[in-house]
């Protein structure tokens, strides 16, 4: 293991991420509400427990605790509430030490454990000053008890785990205001013992991050999940990696060594490592996963989150599963032992004398001293990812939970509940060729700091601990998929088929339709197709329609047939989000169907019938107009009407290039309409008539326009032409004389240079301005 830093500091292979949810659903997703629980009173739900019922969950947030009823699903009330706040001399003393009266001196609920029947352990950092309690369970009422030292933080957002066993409180926590002196103890023996504590020394736990805890039932003892410095490889470089610590229950430490000590002590590095490549090494999260039923034949499950110190770029994280025999082989093996003159950690192993023993109160002192200095396992706990995530920093884990449940043939699958820090909840299925990502769910939008998630598979439902309450979401929404196919497709362990009820259903019965590891849903739903309402659009000609079409999954394909043929992409535009875009011409009316295909099923998810919107009667061509149509159209006028019997008008002269005629009878004479402005007669109020008015109406206007112009033109033209004609040729005018009492400046030649022509009694008197 002493390669361990050259690993971390040398990528291998390109890491295989996560294959992305095949559905995903927004906090505002039509029928996927989720039950949110709030009040204004309520922020930052620390710590959520679960009554052993299931009616009831308790929550310690911010100065209050509660109790909420649950025993319905789909609705949470508040039972009870009583606020545990500081004072203001409590806060008063919070703010002399250099903090903040909002965010660090109120009392966060770090702690919430069950004692026995009848009451809660409860302990809260309380304004930089930890204070903890007794909680009776019926009326929520506070009974104070004292020395809370070493039970929860004093900083509110530090990590800290806490257990109950037989009515004794194991906890791991810092024990003064620096958070400096970490501690692993047990409180309130049963024997009426003292507190039993680590041995102070800094080498046993170097600025660890404690994660979760365990007990292990069958060895008797306590297992506690963290982070901190390892300083075996190095120690003047600070590597951070995962660790697991062990102590026995019944510990009373021992008789004159490590007295009211750990003598049971043990640690081992926890390796989340894909083959020949960087390790996990920063633990996130762990869950324990017991044997369904308290099945003592079958082993307790470790499902961790960590993320990689060397890894900022992409800031990936994996998930990894220990088994508890693991654990135990290694407590069982080899230790390093530990120089504290040298701080330096022995290469080799010694062979496991008492190590990680339980029993060992009465041991000699040579005994207790060779536990004291070998408490390290030379070996490691190690697993290989399940799931590795390398999406943005965002969208790494930070949070899980897991359970089982049978599958429609009574095989048992675990699902996981990843939460992300972008706020989505993603549900894993772990099948046997790999995990998958059946859909991820919105849970949160803005960043929270403090979360924390609960499973209650008898209640079936993940409770999310935020900043401003609690949201519940369920193991399963079978209803959202509506159709065999899909509900065979998502491969979701809680969810099958049921072609009696042609619904997908949560409980499995008899005949259902389901392929959790394989998803052949064209196997599973032969003869049972699905075919969506036919949706008409009228539309306009040379209108630009958008038909939708929504992928019923993200791992989905779409494509879309006209007529049941493929479409030429130069008319047509299929865009990102499936919808189809054309405009709307004769040769583009017909039926459109979009038909999604994932992993060999075609299902058709939209069908439209495109058709023309009140096609009018006549159509008119926009054309402008000339001056022989208007002279046919004057002598239009005076001609006599047609009888209404004669469907060609024949005593009509139409202008060149107009629509014939209508065709259908329109009724006697006096329906037909001969007053000015009409091409030829029509039906009275007609769309044909008042078509064809406002047609020549417009003509004329453009008429009248166009000759304006033109004048104007040939006005300016004609001014041109006349001013340089007359600078060229000034013998046209005569050149002035001067007359008696005249008197011109310069002589004739230069007034002809200079263009002066003024001649008197000439009238009117005319100036070209150059």
């Known amino acids: 293991m002493t390669r361990l830093p050259l690993l971390w500091a040398v990528w291998g292979a390109a890491l295989v991420s996560a294959v992305r949810p095949r559905t995903s659903f927004l906090l505002d997703t039509p029928n996927r509400g989720l039950v949110h629980f709030s009040q204004p009173n309520v922020h930052n739900t620390t710590t959520l427990l679960l009554s052993d019922d299931g009616s009831t969950l308790y929550v310690g947030a911010r100065n209050y605790i509660l ?48 004692m026995n029947s009848t009451h809660l352990y409860a302990c809260g950092s309380y304004a930089y000053n930890p204070r903890n309690a007794l909680l009776d369970i019926q009326t929520l009422t506070l009974t104070s008890i004292p020395y809370a030292k070493g039970r929860c933080p004093f900083n509110p957002f530090e990590r800290n785990t806490a257990i109950t066993i037989d009515g004794e409180l194991f906890t791991s926590t810092t024990e003064d205001f620096r958070g400096a002196l970490p501690s692993i103890s047990r409180h309130f023996s049963r024997d009426g013992g003292k507190v039993v504590l680590l041995e102070s020394s800094n080498y046993l736990l170097d600025e660890p991050t404690f994660v979760s805890s365990a007990f292990d039932q069958k060895e008797g003892k306590l297992y506690f999940f963290f982070s901190e410095v390892l300083k075996e490889f190095n120690y003047l470089l600070d590597y951070r990696g995962a660790r697991l610590a062990q102590v026995c229950k019944d510990d009373v430490g021992g008789q004159r060594t490590l007295q009211r000590k750990w003598t049971s002590f043990a640690k081992s590095l926890l390796l989340c490592q894909p083959p020949k490549q960087q390790p996990f090494h920063q633990l ?21 989150v960590f993320s990689s110190q060397w890894s900022r770029g992409s ?45 060992l109160w009465n041991a000699s002192d040579v005994v207790l001293e060779e536990v004291k200095k070998s408490f390290l396992s030379r070996g490691s706990v190690q697993a290989a990812p399940l799931l590795v995530s390398t999406g943005p920093p965002a969208a790494a884990y930070s949070r899980l939970v897991a359970t089982t449940t049978l ?7 675990t699902v996981l509940f990843l939460l992300t820090e972008t706020g989505f909840l993603h549900k894993v299925v772990l099948l046997d060729g790999g995990p998958r990502v059946i859909e991820e769910v919105q849970v949160f939008r803005e960043p929270q700091l403090v979360k924390s998630l609960l499973v209650s598979p008898s209640k079936g439902v993940v409770y999310v601990g935020l900043s401003g309450g609690v949201t519940v979401v369920p193991l399963a929404h079978c209803s959202s998929y509506q159709s065999c196919g899909q509900c065979v497709l998502a491969q979701d362990p809680f969810c099958s088929w049921d072609p009696t009820q ?73 865009r990102p989000d499936g919808s189809l875009s054309f405009v709307v011409q004769a040769a583009t009316l017909g039926v459109y169907t979009c038909t999604a295909h ?162 008197e009694g000439l009238a009117p008197e005319v100036t070209i301005l150059a």
């Open 67 to 114: 109790s909420l009823d649950v025993s319905d699903p789909e609705v949470i009330t508040v039972k009870k509430e009583t606020e545990w706040s500081p004072s203001r001399k409590d806060i008063d003393s919070c703010e002399k030490k250099q903090k903040s009266a909002e965010v660090d001196c109120p009392n966060f609920i770090r702690v919430l454990q069950p």
């Open 284 to 304: 996130q999260d762990m869950f324990t996963l017991q044997p369904p039923g308290g099945d003592s034949s079958r082993e307790t499950l470790f499902y961790g």
């Open 315 to 359: 800031e990936a994280s994996a998930v990894c599963r220990f088994k508890i025999e693991d654990i135990r082989k290694v407590f069982s093996g080899s230790y390093r032992t530990f120089n504290p003159d040298k701080h330096h950690w022995s290469t080799s192993g010694t062979q496991r004398n008492a190590q990680g023993q339980c029993g």
């Open 407 to 413: 599958s429609a043939n009574q095989k048992e699958y």
């Open 502 to 574: 042609g619904a997908c259903i949560r409980l499995h019965t008899a005949g259902v339709k389901q392929d959790v590891e394989n998803g052949n849903a064209a196997k599973e739903c032969a003869g049972s197709s699905f075919t969506p309402h036919t949706v008409a659009m009228p539309v306009a000609l040379n209108e630009f329609l958008t038909l939708p079409c929504a992928p019923p999954s993200d791992l989905a394909a779409l494509s879309w047939t006209g007529g049941g043929l493929p479409l030429p992409p130069n008319l047509f535009l299929q």
């Open 598 to 759: 994932e992993a060999g099923y075609h299902e058709v998810q939209a069908v439209y019938n495109v058709s023309e919107k009140n096609p009018p009667a006549a159509s008119v061509p926009p054309r402008t107009p000339t001056t022989s149509t208007v002279r046919e159209r004057t002598r239009a006028k005076s001609l006599p009407v047609d009888p209404p019997g004669n469907n060609g008008l024949e005593g009509y002269l139409l202008p060149e290039g107009w629509p014939a005629a209508p065709t259908a009878n329109y009724g006697t004479q006096e329906d037909w309409s001969t007053e000015p402005g009409a091409v030829y007669s029509t039906r009275k109020g007609s769309v044909v008539d008042a078509r064809v008015d406002e047609q020549v109406r417009s003509y004329y206007t453009e008429l009248v326009g166009v000759s304006l112009l033109a004048a104007l033109c040939a006005s300016v033209v004609l001014l041109g032409l006349l001013h340089i004609w007359r600078r060229r040729c000034p013998a046209v005018f005569p050149k002035p004389q001067a007359g008696p009492g005249t008197e011109t400046p310069g002589n004739s030649e230069d007034q002809e240079k200079h263009g002066i022509l003024k001649q």
